[in-house]
């Protein structure tokens, strides 16, 4: 590999002249610089990035920990993050949890020992599930800052990117409400989650400030067979003439296992699910979606970890970024 040091020596110039030429430094005479690239060009000339890095103490390269590769909510947010870290100058590198807590220690460990200056990520299930926070918060005080997406961790000081689970569901409940039905179900296979605790949440309490209302969840476990389970509980409560989705295959089993009963969506049941303009081609009528805006939220993300990293002597105070969702209204609720 050619270095600076034989670029300077064959155009007769300083190192120090050869390396403010390449980065268009004014106190470089247009010539030396015209030289000094053609030259660099000539030989195929590359900055030894480890090197770089070592001596201004940046990587200028983001550490990303999703937990699933491939939930195409997460898959879209992990391009929004690559696209917006590109265009501000930083390379991004990638790592699975796979749902799993040790795998999301390991990856902060493998990372976090000079290979990036920051991470961004999404919680794994089972992290969330036990609770714990402290890799969370031993990599911060190594001078890591870390920013939270989707499923975050409330009690983890760092700067996080949502969206507004409990108004979306709220809002939602409240629209089938308007189209008058009687009785709204609520069904998600993302108990454990804190974006399903908060979807809940919204919904219920849309669903408790009615006086002829009352709560119906069908919470389903990850060993459970979602489509007997669906179809089990629309049999049992024949009255359900509504349902609201903290998931997208979810929304989606609901309305095949509804027409698989006879009922005619979205005249006999309405159903509603959180889900991408993607995944709500798999059912007939198209699902009404609650759209989250995954790219948005990976900008976002990548935008205020750059902006930390850039700006760490001002010591900002930690944000939250909330992206609003959208409801995308189809076929399978009435107009």
Same mark, same amino acid.
């Given at each position: 590999?050619?270095?600076?040091?034989?670029?300077?020596?064959?155009?007769?110039?300083?190192?120090?002249?050869?390396?403010? =030429?390449?980065?268009?430094?004014?106190?470089?005479?247009?010539?030396?610089?015209?030289?000094?690239?053609?030259?660099?060009?000539?030989?195929?000339?590359?900055?030894?990035?480890?090197?770089?890095?070592?001596?201004?103490?940046?990587?200028?390269?983001?550490?990303?920990?999703?937990?699933?590769?491939?939930?195409?909510?997460?898959?879209?947010?992990?391009?929004?993050?690559?696209?917006?870290?590109?265009?501000?100058?930083?390379?991004?590198?990638?790592?699975?949890?796979?749902?799993?807590?040790?795998?999301?220690?390991?990856?902060?460990?493998?990372?976090?020992?000079?290979?990036?200056?920051?991470?961004?990520?999404?919680?794994?299930?089972?992290?969330?599930?036990?609770?714990?926070?402290?890799?969370?918060?031993?990599?911060?005080?190594?001078?890591?800052?870390?920013?939270?997406?989707?499923?975050?961790?409330?009690?983890?000081?760092?700067?996080?990117?949502?969206?507004?689970?409990?108004? =979306?569901?709220?809002?939602?409940?409240?629209?089938?409400?308007?189209?008058?039905?009687?009785?709204?179900?609520?069904?998600?296979?993302?108990?454990?989650?804190?974006?399903?605790?908060?979807?809940?949440?919204?919904?219920?309490?849309?669903?408790?400030?009615?006086?002829?209302?009352?709560?119906?969840?069908?919470?389903?476990?990850?060993?459970?067979?979602?489509?007997?389970?669906?179809?089990?509980?629309?049999?049992?409560?024949?009255?359900?003439?509504?349902?609201?989705?903290?998931?997208?295959?979810?929304?989606?089993?609901?309305?095949?296992?509804?027409?698989?009963?006879?009922?005619?969506?979205?005249?006999?049941?309405?159903?509603?699910?959180?889900?991408?303009?993607?995944?709500?081609?798999?059912?007939?009528?198209?699902?009404?979606?609650?759209?989250?805006?995954?790219?948005?939220?990976?900008?976002?993300? =990548?935008?205020?970890?750059?902006?930390?990293?850039?700006?760490?002597?001002?010591?900002?105070?930690?944000?939250?970024?909330?992206?609003?969702?959208?409801?995308?209204?189809?076929?399978?609720?009435?107009?």
């Amino acid at each position: 590999m050619v270095t600076l040091k034989q670029l300077a020596k064959e155009l007769n110039v300083s190192i120090s002249t050869v390396s403010k =030429a390449l980065n268009n430094s004014e106190e470089i005479g247009e010539d030396t610089v015209k030289r000094v690239k053609e030259l660099a060009e000539l030989y195929n000339y590359k900055p030894n990035k480890v090197a770089l890095s070592l001596k201004q103490n940046k990587t200028k390269t983001i550490g990303v920990i999703i937990p699933n590769i491939l939930n195409h909510f997460l898959a879209k947010v992990l391009f929004g993050i690559e696209r917006e870290a590109t265009n501000l100058g930083y390379n991004i590198i990638t790592c699975i949890s796979n749902e799993s807590l040790e795998k999301e220690k390991e990856s902060l460990l493998l990372l976090a020992n000079g290979s990036v200056d920051g991470f961004i990520l999404s919680v794994a299930e089972e992290t969330q599930i036990k609770n714990e926070i402290d890799h969370f918060k031993k990599t911060i005080s190594q001078g890591l800052p870390i920013v939270m997406f989707d499923r975050v961790a409330h009690d983890v000081l760092c700067d996080k990117v949502i969206v507004d689970d409990f108004d =979306a569901t709220y809002n939602a409940t409240k629209g089938l409400l308007l189209e008058n039905r009687k009785n709204i179900a609520f069904i998600s296979n993302i108990n454990d989650l804190s974006v399903g605790k908060l979807r809940e949440r919204g919904y219920n309490k849309a669903i408790l400030e009615e006086n002829n209302q009352t709560p119906l969840v069908l919470k389903i476990k990850k060993k459970d067979d979602h489509q007997k389970k669906i179809k089990s509980f629309l049999k049992k409560n024949k009255t359900v003439d509504a349902v609201i989705a903290a998931d997208s295959s979810s929304g989606i089993i609901a309305i095949n296992t509804a027409i698989n009963l006879g009922l005619k969506v979205p005249k006999d049941i309405s159903v509603i699910g959180f889900a991408s303009k993607a995944d709500s081609i798999h059912s007939l009528p198209r699902l009404t979606t609650i759209r989250q805006h995954a790219k948005i939220i990976g900008a976002h993300a =990548a935008q205020l970890l750059i902006n930390r990293l850039e700006n760490m002597h001002l010591n900002e105070d930690v944000k939250t970024k909330i992206i609003k969702t959208s409801l995308v209204k189809s076929k399978s609720t009435l107009k």
